[in-house]
Nanobody, 123 residues
Framework: QFQLVESGGGLVQPGGSLRLSCESL????????IGWFRQAPGKGREGVSC????????NYASSVKGRFTMSRDFRQNTVHLQMNSLKPEDTAVYYC????????????????WGQGTQVTVSS
């Protein structure tokens, strides 16, 4: 069973940084497109970033472009999301999932969701 696990969340002040990690248990994620999503209280789940196997180039939502960087570590079988210049509106539970990057704004197209990691941006 393909299962993803997120880590790295926490409490950070506005303007700060966090690095999230997504790893696969038992299977390599190097063969799959992997997306990062977030869900704030009272809101739907939204696509943040996605990295495809074919291009290796991440795509980003406009709200995070220039501040977040997604990368893939093939040796460690892990995907990272480096988040800089964090804002209070970035506060959410962040998830990684497997699915087609062409549908990164359609969470229903993704599967193998992790349990999520909480990111709170507050002074």
């Amino acid at each position: 069973q393909f299962q993803l696990v997120e880590s790295g969340g926490g409490l950070v002040q506005p303007g700060g940084s966090l690095r999230l990690s997504c790893e696969s248990l038992g299977y390599t994620l190097n063969y799959y497109d992997i997306g990062w999503f977030r869900q704030a209280p009272g809101k739907g789940r939204e696509g943040v970033s996605c990295i495809s196997v074919s291009s290796g180039t991440p795509n980003y939502a406009s709200s995070v472009k220039g501040r977040f960087t997604m990368s893939r570590d093939f040796r460690q079988n892990t995907v990272h999301l480096q988040m800089n210049s964090l804002k209070p509106e970035d506060t959410a539970v962040y998830y990684c999932a497997r699915g087609p990057c062409g549908s990164m704004f359609t969470p229903a197209s993704f599967d193998s969701w992790g349990q999520g990691t909480q990111v709170t941006v507050s002074s």
